[in-house]
C-alpha cells in the first residue's frame, strides 16, 4: 500500500530507486467541537489540517449528534476536500463506542432515526440513551467500525489492561474470562469481554460493513494491544481499520482539551487526575505518520480508504419538500394563484393597478419555475390561522419585497409603493431558498406553534436549533472555576465583562477582578478564556425557525425533545439550513404587536373606533406634509415607549432628521444602526437631506446611479442599494451581487467582502467611475457588516414605528395601557412608561382590590354628567410644560387603572378569583379574604403593593389586619360560619400605627411594583443634592453649553453599541426628567465599577447640546446607591438595634475584654456594617437598569 517496509520514513525509503508512492490514509475517527466539550477544534480547522497534511479524506463522527456535520461539509466544499459525515455511538448499556457512516440516502436516514430515538428516549435535554438494540434495528445501509473496549471520555486507561492480559494468554475461544482490570477510579470492567460480545452480535447482520477499530494511545503497550486486536479479527474474520480517535486538530489543542474535560467533570484542573488525557497525541496525523505507527498492520491503515471510497452520500442529496397545501382539485400553482388574485382583490378595491399585475405575473412564473409554490402555501395557512384567532402578525425581512407575500397577507407593507426589489427575496439566478419572517404578537405567538405541531406533528415539523457558544462572561467564569479562583473571583471577573460580544479579555478586566496579570496561573487563565471563548457550549431551540416536511423529518436530520413537553427541535441551526437550500419558516414573537393588538382593542371598546395595522397608516393621507401631529411628536424626540425610534441614539438623530413623511421613517429605522454608521453614511446623509431643505440640488455620479439613490439623496443605506451598485456600476451579475451582499452579512465573522474589492473598484473605474468614487463606494458597502438593514425590512418596521406613535399621539390613554399590559417587552421599564404617559396628562391610578383587573385597564372620570355625558378623566392642563404642544392634539378621555399583573409574585388565576367574588365591591380585608378564598401570602401581597385603599387602609394597617387572619381555620368559610359572621365583615380589627415615612412607601412601592406613584425616591435627596450643586435634569435645558455640570439620578438604561468605539450611554432618571450621559472609553475605564454596578450614579462632565438634544460628557462618576437606604426612615432609627439578641449589658467574656477604647471601636465599626448592610439592602430594592448594545 505504501511502497516502502512499515516503520520506515520517507528519508529511509527510496534512495536512488524510483520514488515511491506517498502513502494513503483517511482519518475516520475525528471529531469536532460539537463533540461539546471533548473536541476542541472547529470545522475550519479540522478540514484545512487536514488537507495541508495530505490526508485522502475526512470522517467527523461526532458524539451521538450530526449537528456540526453540515459545518464541515460547507468547509469541505469550499476547500474541496473529500468529506464523510457520520457519528460515534456511545451506548447506555456498555457496548464499546463506535463509529457509524452511512453508505447512501437511505443509510442516512437510518442513522437519523437512529439518534432521533435515543434523544426522545433521554431522560432530561441535551443527552441521547442509545443501546445496542437500537443499531440492529437500524443498521441497514450504514458502516460500523467498533471501537476498542473503550468509551469516548476517559474509558481508555480502563481498557488497556484487558487488552494486555489478552496479548498475553490469547483470546479465548468464549472470552469468557479476559479482560478482568481495574482502572483508575478501581471499578472492575470486562470491556474486552464486552468488545468480543458485541463483535458477535454484530457480525450477522453487517458482515463486510463492520470494522475492528485500532488506536494507538502511546503508553508503551501499543504493540501488544494491537496484536491482540489482530488475533481477535483473525479469528472473527473481521477487518481491522485504524484511526487516530481525533480530538483536535493540533497538538496545541490539548490544554485546551483539559480545560474542557475539568468543566465537564465539575472539578479544577489541578483534581482532574485520570480525567484528563494523558498525553497531547490525539491530533490529525499525516499518512506518513500513521503508516508508521501500523507498520505491522498496513492492512489497517489501507482499509481506511477502502472503507471511504464505499460511502455514497453526501449532503448535497438532501432534498427539502414542503407539504402539498393544494386546495381540492387543484395544483399548488393553481392554488396559489387564486389566493394571490383572491388577496389583490382586497388589497386594492378599486382595481389592481397594472404594475402590480406585472409583478405578481412575474413573481408566480418565477416561484413556479423554482416549484417553491407549497412553501409559500404553508406561510399562508399559518398567516390565515393566526388571523382567524384574532392574532395580529406581519411578515418582514426580504419577504416585504414580494407582492404575492402582500397579497396573501403574510406582510404589510406595498412593495410597488416602495419600489422594492423582489430579486433580494428571489432570483432565477441565485440558488438560494426563500426566507420569510413573520412576527406574531409575543404573548400569543405559542398559539401559532402549538398550531404547527397539532397539524404536522413532530415527525414532520421542528424548530431550528441554535448552538449556544461561550461568551466572554460564561468562558470567563468557567475557566476560573477550573484552574480553582474562588466564587468572589468568578463573580468579580463576570461582572467586570460588558455584554456577550466582548471578543477578548483585557488588562482591566483582570484589575477590576483584583487578579494579578504578573501570577502566571492569571496569565493561563485568561489564555484559554480567550481560546474557549465561540466554542459551542450545547444546543438550545432558535428563537422561532421552524422546517416542515411532507416526508419524515426525522430522516433528513435527528430530531430531539426542548424543555417544553410536546416540542421538537432539530439538530441544525438556520445557517447550516442555509447551507443546504432547505426552506424554514421564521415564527417569531414581537412584543410591540402584542402592544398594538391590545390597543387596537381598547380603541374599539372604549372609542368605538375599529381599525387595522395597515389602516393606520392611511390616517397620514389626512394631513400635509407640515401638519401631521405625529410627525410634529416624532421631530420633538417624544418617543418614550413607541417602536425602535426610543432609544438614546434614535433621540438624538430624530430632530436632525425631522421625519415628515413615512419613507422618512423608514430611513430612519435604518440609519441608526452600527452599518451605516461604520460606513460612514449618517452625517453625508443628513448634510445632503439639510442641503435639500435649502432648495440646493443633490448631486449624483451618474443618471444610473441615481435611479438606484435619488431616495437616499446618493448615499447608500440599504442592503438592496449595494446589490444595485454593484451591478449597474460595476456590472456584476445578480448572481454576483448576491454574493457580495452575503459576504456583507458575515463580514465579522469572515472579512469575505474584501474578495469583492478589485473586481468592484475595477469594474467600476472600467465604466467611467473615479477611482476615488469607487473606492469611497466600495469601503461604505464594506462598513455595512452585518447590520445593514434590508429596505424592504426598515418598511415593515416603520409601519410599526407610525402605529405606534400614532396611538402614542391622540390615545396616550390606551398606548400607556397596552404596553403596560404587553411587558415585558421594549427599551423602558414600567416606571418610565407611566412617568411619560402622567406627563402626557393621562391620569394613573393604584392598583386597587375593588377596581383593578389582571390587565391594566382604562377608567372614565367618574359619575356622568347631568346631560348624560361620560365625565372625561383627562385634563390637558396636567400635561408637561414640555408637551404643550399636544393639548389641542390628545383625544384621551380616560384613566389609565394599573393591572395586578404588575404586583410581584401574583398569579393570574389568584386574581381571576378575587375579580369573580368582588360584586359590588369588597368592604373589608376579612370579606374579602371569605369571599375570595385567597391565602393570606397572597393578600400579604396585596398589602405591599398598597391595594387596600378602596377600603381606607394604607399598607401598614393592610399588613396588620392581615396578621389577624387565622389560616388554619377554613371552616370559617363555609357559607354558615360565613353568615354568622356578617357582623364582622363591615369593618377590619382598629389599630393605631405611626405613618409610614414617605420614602419608605416609595420603596415599599418599588419592592412591590417596581414603580411608585407617590413619589419619586430622587425626589426625597433634592435638597442634598442642591446643597452639593446638582442640577435637576430639567435644569439642564437652561445652561450654557460647554459648562461644567453634575447631575444624578436612577440609572435606567446602559448602552454600549458596538459601532461606538467603547462608548456607553447612560440615562438617569430624576424627579423632573432624564439626563442622557456619554462616558468615553478611558472615563468607563476609570469608573468601570461605578458605571456598571450603581443604581443611583452622581456625574460631573461637560454640557453638551445640539438641536435640541442634550448630553453631559462624563468626568467623573460617583456611585450613591447607598443613599437610597435612606429613603426608609426607620433604618436609621432600628437598624443598629434589628438583631433581637442584643441586651444592654452583654457579659463580657474575659478573654476578648482588652483595651476599652478598642471594644468601642469594634463595636462602632459593627453597628456601622449592619446600618450600611441594611441601607443597601434597601437600595437593592430600587431598578438597577437596562443593559443594551
Not at 17 to 32: D, H, I, N, Q, Y
Not at 683 to 712: C, D, F, Q
Not at 1151 to 1166: I, L, S, V
Request: net charge neutral; glycine share 8%.
Amino acid at each position: 500500500m505504501t511502497g516502502r517496509e512499515p516503520g520506515k520514513g520517507p528519508a529511509e525509503a527510496g534512495g536512488g530507486r524510483a520514488k515511491a508512492p506517498l502513502p494513503t490514509f483517511v482519518e475516520l475517527g475525528a471529531c469536532t467541537n460539537f463533540s461539546f466539550l471533548r473536541g476542541a477544534s472547529g470545522a475550519k480547522e479540522m478540514v484545512v489540517t487536514a488537507k495541508r497534511i495530505g490526508l485522502k479524506g475526512l470522517g467527523i463522527a461526532d458524539r451521538n449528534t450530526l449537528s456540526g456535520v453540515v459545518r464541515v461539509h460547507a468547509e469541505a466544499r469550499e476547500e474541496k476536500f473529500p468529506f464523510q459525515p457520520g457519528a460515534r455511538l456511545v451506548f447506555a448499556d456498555g457496548t464499546p463506542d463506535m463509529l457509524v457512516y452511512p453508505r447512501n440516502r437511505q443509510g442516512w436516514a437510518h442513522l437519523c432515526r437512529l439518534l432521533s430515538a435515543g434523544n426522545l428516549r433521554a431522560d432530561h435535554k441535551g443527552t441521547c440513551t442509545l443501546f445496542l438494540s437500537d443499531l440492529l434495528t437500524w443498521q441497514e445501509h450504514l458502516q460500523v467500525i467498533v471501537m476498542t473496549g473503550c468509551t469516548h471520555e476517559g474509558g481508555h486507561e480502563r481498557a488497556q489492561a484487558d487488552l494486555q492480559d489478552v496479548a498475553a494468554n490469547g483470546p479465548s475461544a468464549e472470552l469468557s474470562d479476559a479482560g478482568t482490570a481495574s482502572g483508575p477510579d478501581g471499578t472492575k470492567v470486562r470491556d474486552w469481554k464486552r468488545l468480543g460480545e458485541t463483535l458477535r452480535s454484530l457480525q450477522p447482520f453487517l458482515k463486510s460493513r463492520l470494522f475492528l477499530g485500532m488506536t494507538p494511545r502511546y503508553d508503551g503497550f501499543d504493540a501488544p494491544n494491537f496484536a491482540a486486536l489482530a488475533a481477535l479479527a483473525d479469528s472473527t474474520g473481521i477487518r481491522l481499520i485504524a484511526t487516530n480517535d481525533v480530538l483536535y486538530h493540533s497538538p496545541d489543542s490539548r490544554p485546551l482539551a483539559d480545560v474542557m474535560t475539568a468543566i465537564r467533570e465539575h472539578v479544577t484542573i489541578a483534581a482532574a487526575g485520570f480525567r484528563l488525557q494523558a498525553n497531547a497525541e490525539r491530533f490529525l496525523k499525516a499518512p506518513g505518520e500513521m503508516v508508521r505507527i501500523f507498520r505491522r498492520y498496513p492492512q489497517a491503515v489501507a482499509h481506511t480508504e477502502r472503507f471511504f471510497r464505499t460511502l455514497d452520500f453526501t449532503l448535497d442529496e438532501l432534498k427539502h419538500n414542503y407539504p402539498d397545501e393544494a386546495g381540492p382539485g387543484e395544483t399548488s400553482a393553481q392554488t396559489l394563484e387564486r389566493l394571490v388574485r383572491e388577496g389583490a382583490a382586497r388589497r386594492y378595491p378599486h382595481g389592481v393597478p397594472e404594475a402590480v399585475e406585472t409583478k405578481i405575473a412575474y413573481e408566480l412564473d418565477l416561484i413556479h419555475k423554482k416549484q417553491y409554490e407549497p412553501y409559500f402555501l404553508t406561510v399562508h395557512r399559518l398567516v390565515a390561522f393566526a388571523r382567524s384567532k384574532d392574532i395580529l402578525c406581519q411578515g418582514r425581512g426580504s419577504a416585504a419585497n414580494s407582492s404575492v407575500c402582500y397579497c396573501l397577507h403574510v406582510t404589510e407593507v406595498d412593495p410597488v409603493k416602495f419600489t422594492l426589489l423582489f430579486d433580494r427575496f428571489l432570483s432565477m439566478d441565485r440558488d438560494e431558498p426563500p426566507d420569510i419572517d413573520i412576527d406574531f404578537e409575543h404573548a400569543r405567538r405559542e398559539e401559532v406553534i402549538q398550531f404547527i405541531y397539532e397539524t404536522y406533528s413532530k415527525e414532520h415539523a421542528g424548530i431550528a436549533a441554535a448552538a449556544i457558544s461561550y461568551r466572554a462572561r460564561s468562558a470567563g467564569r468557567e475557566v476560573a472555576k477550573v484552574f480553582g479562583f474562588s466564587e468572589d473571583v468568578q463573580t468579580a471577573l463576570a461582572a467586570s465583562i460588558w455584554g456577550w460580544w466582548t471578543s477578548s479579555f483585557t488588562d482591566e478586566q483582570a484589575k477590576a477582578a483584583g487578579l494579578d496579570l504578573a501570577d502566571p496561573t492569571v496569565m493561563r487563565m485568561f489564555t484559554y478564556a480567550g481560546r474557549l471563548m465561540d466554542m459551542p457550549r450545547h444546543l438550545s431551540q432558535h428563537v422561532g425557525g421552524f422546517v416542515i416536511t411532507k416526508d419524515r423529518l426525522d430522516e433528513v436530520v435527528p430530531i430531539m425533545p426542548t424543555a417544553m413537553p410536546g416540542r421538537y427541535m432539530i439538530e441544525w441551526n438556520k445557517d447550516d439550513l442555509d447551507t443546504l437550500k432547505i426552506l424554514k419558516v421564521d415564527v417569531l414573537a414581537l412584543g410591540m404587536l402584542t402592544c398594538l393588538a391590545k390597543a387596537f382593542r381598547m380603541l374599539e371598546t372604549h372609542y368605538g373606533k375599529q381599525m387595522l395595522l395597515s389602516e393606520v397608516y392611511d390616517t397620514e393621507l389626512d394631513y400635509g406634509n407640515d401638519d401631521n401631529p405625529v410627525y410634529d411628536m416624532i421631530c420633538r424626540a417624544d418617543t418614550v415607549g413607541v417602536f425602535q425610534i426610543e432609544s438614546r441614539a434614535q433621540m438624538s438623530m430624530l430632530p436632525r432628521l425631522r421625519p415628515r413623511a413615512f419613507y422618512d421613517l423608514v430611513i430612519e429605522v435604518a440609519i441608526v444602526r452600527p452599518g451605516p454608521i461604520q460606513g460612514d453614511m449618517v452625517h453625508p446623509y443628513l448634510k445632503r437631506r439639510e442641503a435639500r431643505l435649502r432648495g440646493e440640488a443633490i448631486p449624483y455620479e451618474s443618471l444610473e446611479l441615481k435611479a438606484v439613490l435619488e431616495r437616499t439623496l446618493g448615499v447608500p443605506l440599504f442592503q438592496e442599494q449595494a446589490m444595485q451598485i454593484a451591478m449597474t456600476a460595476a456590472r456584476f451579475s445578480a448572481a454576483e451581487a448576491d454574493q457580495l451582499r452575503r459576504a456583507m452579512a458575515t463580514f465579522r465573522r469572515s472579512g469575505l467582502v474584501a474578495n469583492f474589492e478589485t473586481k468592484m473598484i475595477e469594474g467600476m473605474v472600467a465604466n467611467g467611475y473615479s477611482r476615488d468614487f469607487a473606492v469611497r463606494c466600495f469601503n461604505q458597502i464594506k462598513g455595512f457588516g452585518e447590520y445593514g438593514f434590508p429596505e424592504s425590512h426598515a418598511a415593515s418596521f416603520a409601519l410599526l414605528v407610525y402605529a405606534s406613535c400614532w396611538f402614542k399621539t391622540f390615545y396616550p390613554d390606551v398606548f400607556c395601557a397596552a404596553l403596560l399590559n404587553a411587558q415585558p417587552m421594549g427599551f423602558y421599564a414600567p416606571a418610565q412608561l407611566v412617568r411619560d404617559a402622567r406627563e402626557h396628562g393621562v391620569q394613573v391610578r393604584a392598583v386597587d382590590i375593588n377596581r383593578s383587573d389582571w390587565e391594566t385597564i382604562l377608567e372614565g372620570g367618574g359619575r356622568d354628567d347631568a346631560d348624560g355625558a361620560r365625565r372625561s378623566a383627562f385634563d390637558c392642563r396636567a400635561i408637561d410644560p414640555r408637551h404643550r404642544e399636544m393639548r389641542t392634539v390628545i383625544r384621551t378621555t380616560y384613566a389609565v387603572r394599573l393591572g395586578f399583573r404588575l404586583v410581584k409574585g401574583l398569579r393570574e388565576d389568584d386574581m381571576a378569583r378575587l375579580v369573580a367574588g368582588r360584586g359590588a365591591g369588597y368592604v373589608s380585608i376579612y370579606d374579602l379574604w371569605l369571599r375570595s378564598g385567597l391565602t393570606r401570602s397572597v393578600l400579604e401581597r396585596l398589602a405591599d403593593a398598597d391595594a387596600f385603599g378602596s377600603i381606607g387602609l394604607d399598607r401598614r394597617r393592610a399588613l396588620w389586619a392581615i396578621k389577624a387572619l387565622d389560616e388554619r381555620a377554613p371552616a370559617e368559610r363555609l357559607p354558615l360560619f360565613a353568615a354568622a359572621g356578617e357582623a364582622d365583615l363591615r369593618a377590619d380589627p382598629a389599630m393605631r400605627l405611626p405613618t409610614m415615612p414617605a420614602g419608605e412607601e416609595v420603596v415599599n412601592d418599588y419592592r412591590a411594583l417596581s414603580l411608585s406613584l407617590k413619589a419619586h425616591p430622587v425626589s426625597f435627596m433634592r435638597e442634598a443634592f442642591a446643597r452639593d450643586g446638582v442640577v435637576a435634569s430639567r435644569g439642564l435645558s437652561g445652561l450654557r453649553p460647554g459648562r461644567r455640570v453634575t447631575v444624578a439620578g436612577l440609572v435606567l438604561v446602559r448602552q454600549r453599541p458596538g459601532s461606538a468605539k467603547g462608548v456607553i450611554f447612560m440615562t438617569l432618571e430624576d424627579e423632573t426628567g432624564v439626563a442622557n450621559i456619554i462616558v468615553w472609553k478611558a472615563v468607563f475605564e476609570t469608573f468601570r465599577a461605578v458605571v456598571m454596578g450603581a443604581r443611583l450614579v452622581k456625574v460631573t462632565g461637560r454640557l453638551q447640546s445640539q438641536n435640541g438634544v442634550i448630553h453631559v460628557v462624563a468626568e467623573r462618576l460617583e456611585d450613591m446607591t447607598e443613599a437610597l437606604g435612606l429613603l426608609k426612615g426607620e433604618a436609621r432609627r432600628f437598624a443598629v438595634n434589628e438583631r433581637a439578641d442584643e441586651v444592654l449589658r452583654p457579659t463580657v467574656d474575659q478573654r476578648q475584654k482588652g483595651n476599652a477604647a478598642d471594644q468601642a471601636q469594634r463595636e462602632r465599626a459593627r453597628r456601622e456594617a449592619r446600618i450600611k448592610s441594611g441601607l443597601m439592602e434597601t437600595a437593592q430594592v430600587l431598578p438597577k437598569g437596562r443593559n443594551f448594545h
